[in-house]
């Protein structure tokens, strides 16, 4: 079955840097779009950033713009995003989504169908 995974969370200081990692099995990588989303507490998911195959185009999130980069490995079924000059209220669960998007509805999150179970990002002041 479809499992993604994400690590790389943690606590960090404002103006630091995280590499989420999110592996994904159980369909084939290379053709479905992958994307980040984060939840805040009290606060609706919402999207970060989006990567399509094989078209490599990319999406982020003005919030993300400048500062977080995604990027995919599909020899080793991952995706990442690296993320910089990170503020406090980038705090939130990060979410790894995957589905075969088209490319206006990327930011979308009721496009997607499968979900990893997230990974707590933690930004301090």
């Known amino acids: 079955q479809v499992q993604l995974a994400e690590s790389g969370g943690g606590l960090v200081q404002a103006g630091g840097s995280l590499r989420l990692s999110c592996a994904a099995s159980?369909?084939?990588?290379?053709?479905?779009?992958m994307s980040w989303f984060r939840q805040a507490p009290g606060k609706e998911r919402e999207f970060v950033a989006a990567i399509m195959w094989p078209s490599t185009m990319i999406l982020y999130a003005d919030s993300a713009k400048g500062r977080f980069t995604i990027s995919r490995d599909n020899a080793k079924n991952t995706v990442y995003l690296q993320m910089n000059s990170l503020k406090p209220e980038d705090t939130a669960v990060y979410y790894c989504?995957?589905?075969?998007?088209?490319?206006?509805?990327?930011?979308?999150?009721?496009?997607?169908?499968?979900w990893g179970q997230g990974t707590q990002v933690t930004v301090s002041s």
């Open positions: 159980g369909f084939t990588f290379s053709s479905v779009s």
């Open positions: 989504a995957a589905d075969y998007v088209s490319a206006t509805r990327l930011s979308d999150r009721r496009t997607y169908g499968y």
